[in-house]
């Protein structure tokens, strides 16, 4: 079911419709606010907007980082059940050979 969240990110306030529910929204801009904080106090000329582009782009670039790696898990996963496959049926060749000895 969908739900309205508010939540404030470095002053502004947001209001935000998910189905993921109110605390991991809120977890999730707690963790936004730290990095815009983190980046203010790190650079001190980096204006608010800035901050929260640097931010953005981590954040995507992470996603993107977290993709290929899904990827080569994925792919990984369908190698080793090739394996696992492929070894069934020896064993089941196997069994047949020495239950006809």
Known sequence: ???????????????IITEDGGEYVKKIASTVEEQIKSMLRAQRSCSLVEAALFSAMNYCSKGEQDAKKVKNLEAQIALY?????????????LRSKLAGI
């Open 1 to 15: 079911m969908k739900e309205k969240i508010y939540v404030e990110i470095s002053g502004i306030k947001l209001g």
């Open 81 to 93: 059940q090739a394996n696992v496959n492929r070894l069934k049926k020896e064993n089941e060749e």
